[in-house]
């Protein structure tokens, strides 16, 4: 297992700081982490790091984390509202998507 945590601290830390080299190996290794966690260190790392700064992950960054998260777990709804929210969060541009996953959701109940 791997905690992506630590990665995301990692990540939002050096965007506040605006060093370009720190985002590049803050934001490679977010990645690395994201995409090997399970769905449920996932929601943890969410929950950690956006309970301690709602701002501290980046929309992309958090974007990916629910995609991963979902695709472990199509057939959970409360995740995909939860991914659905944090979409809205940033819209419209994920707006479509969103909806999407609310459908899923609805249709899963």
Do not use: H
Request: glycine letters at 4%.
């Amino acid at each position: 297992m791997t905690d992506p945590t630590p990665a995301a601290r990692k990540l939002g830390q050096a965007i506040e700081g605006a060093d370009s080299r720190q985002i590049n190996d803050a934001s490679r290794e977010f990645v690395e982490k994201v995409t090997f966690a399970t769905a449920d260190e996932i929601l943890a790392m969410l929950g950690d790091v956006l309970d301690e700064d709602w701002t501290a992950l980046p929309p992309w960054a958090r974007n990916l984390a629910y995609r991963l998260a979902c695709l472990q777990r199509p057939g959970d709804p409360r995740l995909l509202r939860e991914a659905a929210a944090d979409l809205l969060s940033f819209g419209p541009d994920w707006d479509t998507y969103a909806e999407e996953l609310k459908a899923r959701a609805a249709e899963l109940d």
